[in-house]
């Protein structure tokens, strides 16, 4: 399979202005996203399952009781791929 092609800086910052809440730090893209409690941030959590597993490509998520941060690079290219910023379309908290 062949690996996927990193973005230019400027494609990324292009495709972050469709993306609310989104934010680039170096080569990842991250967003916070904030519930009620923990069990409405684990609920969320199971959300992610169904469109990560539909791409192939899987966020690394940390839970911290209400608030959950997820953050997505294509480990493999090294950066920020179509990959990454498809998944933060489908992740809607």
Known sequence: MAR?????DIEVQRRLGALPGW?????????????????EAVEFVRTLVA??????????????????????????AGGITTLDLALAERIVG
């Open 4 to 8: 996927e092609p990193l973005l230019s």
């Open 23 to 39: 934010h680039r730090q170096g080569d990842v893209l991250r967003r916070t996203f904030t519930f009620a409690g923990f069990p």
């Open 51 to 76: 469109p990560a597993e539909a791409l192939g490509h899987h966020p690394d998520v940390d839970v911290r009781y209400n608030r959950v941060v997820v953050t997505l690079t294509t480990h493999d």
